[in-house]
């Protein structure tokens, strides 16, 4: 089965975030699958001619061009984007004559791909579904499994309702209705502690509350973000 290549990175991240007391499994899972992605595309990969192919047809979010700008590979990336100008300014010839007519054309729409294309995404985004696949055949498979997705610290929003979902379309009712039942527990325990931490981090910008200790209020603003965007980079997390 094609998904037991990812059990162990799977059942590590839920390991790792039960130890840590912080942080969704699912975030950590990606922003492993993203980290994997951005040292191959770096390094040799870029130099194959199948991966330069493709890389040239989608090109780079602005996320991702960021974040392989910071790692200080510049020969890299401007190898990367010199194939990719290359290609485009070939495909693009017309632009200018077509905008200057009033036509979409061929060019323009060959920009308009460029906007939601990312060669990275693509690939994090096939193999991150697996993730959430694995995960299932885990909880269903390992005795231990379910004990540690109740346990979790919490899921962010976007990957609680991901694994609601795919538990949904691979497991029957009875199933579910249990599955359901244990990671809403964590998640939602979370969720009524951050909603606590935000207010009381509203209300320390009010002098009646000056004496009133932060707890754990200080980072609820970054912690609301990561909960509702998944949002938080694997060096953000760690500098909590």
Known sequence: MAESIYKIPV??????????????????????????????????????PDIRIRTNKQGFCHDHYSKMFTRKNRLGMGLILESHLNQLREEMSNAAVDLVKGKGGAA??????????????????????????????????????????????????????????CA???????????????????????FDSLRGDVSHFCNKFDYRYDAEPWGNAKDAVERSIYFLTCGMSEEESNKK
Do not use: W
Request: proline share 5%; aromatic share 14%.
């Open 108 to 165: 323009i729409k060959r920009a308009e791909e460029l906007k939601d294309s990312c060669y990275i995404c693509k690939r994090i985004s096939s193999n991150f579904e697996k993730m959430f696949e694995t995960a299932i055949i885990l909880y269903e498979d390992d005795p231990e499994f379910p004990k540690k997705a109740q346990k979790q610290p919490s899921y962010c929003i976007p990957h609680f309702t991901r694994f609601l979902s």
């Open 11 to 48: 059942s590590e991240a839920f390991d790792t975030s039960l130890e840590r007391g912080k942080e969704c499994p699912f975030c950590r899972l990606y922003n492993m699958l993203e980290e994997n992605e951005l040292e191959i595309i770096l390094g040799g990969a870029m130099m194959e």
């Open 168 to 190: 949904k379309d691979r497991l029957n009712k009875k199933k579910y209705s249990e599955f359901h039942a244990r990671v809403a527990e964590p998640f939602f325990h979370y």
